[in-house]
């Protein structure tokens, strides 16, 4: 055999080995195109999921920062309340211990009276000041589970 023969079936050799390396490689490129742009659709899918998240995070932030606002307005409220319920107290105390049972029969019963509706009202402020602390606090809870 001719040594020009023996090169030229180990050139045709080493070009096959090297097409079929090149097809190899080209599948392999195609194969990761397709998972590129299959990859870059899921990312613009969850771009998009991504600003909703962020969105409702601070939309949930600027809800418990108001529920906070509006808890500590209504535990003054309530602060507030409960001094009137100790005010009008001592001031039933009072009343109570001034008055003789000869000359103020009729003035205290009525005073009682009247110090009894406003010591109800109070109560009931209190009640639902105390309610709407409760309230509030729950949602603050829930917020912050979220």
């Known amino acids: 055999m001719r040594p020009e023969t023996s090169a030229f079936r180990e050139l045709d ?5 090297l097409s ?6 080209r599948r392999r490129a195609l194969a990761a195109e397709a998972r590129s742009r299959e990859l870059e659709q899921i990312l ?13 995070v601070e939309d949930t932030q600027q809800s418990r920062d108001s529920a906070l606002i509006q808890a500590r307005t209504v535990e003054a409220q309530l602060a507030a309340a409960r001094a009137d319920v100790v005010r009008v107290q001592a001031a039933f105390q009072e009343v109570s211990a001034k008055a003789t049972p ?8 009525r005073e009682n009276e009247r110090l009894r509706a406003r010591l109800q009202e109070a109560r009931e402020k209190t009640t639902q000041l105390t309610e709407r602390v409760r309230f ?10 979220r």
């Open 20 to 25: 079929d390396q090149l097809a190899g490689f």
């Open 136 to 145: 509030l606090r729950q949602q603050i809870g829930q917020g912050a589970e």
């Open 13 to 17: 050799t080493l070009v096959r080995n």
């Open 102 to 109: 000869e000359a103020m029969d009729q003035e205290l019963a």
């Open 44 to 56: 613009a899918g969850m771009t998009g999921k991504l600003d909703e998240v962020r969105q409702q």
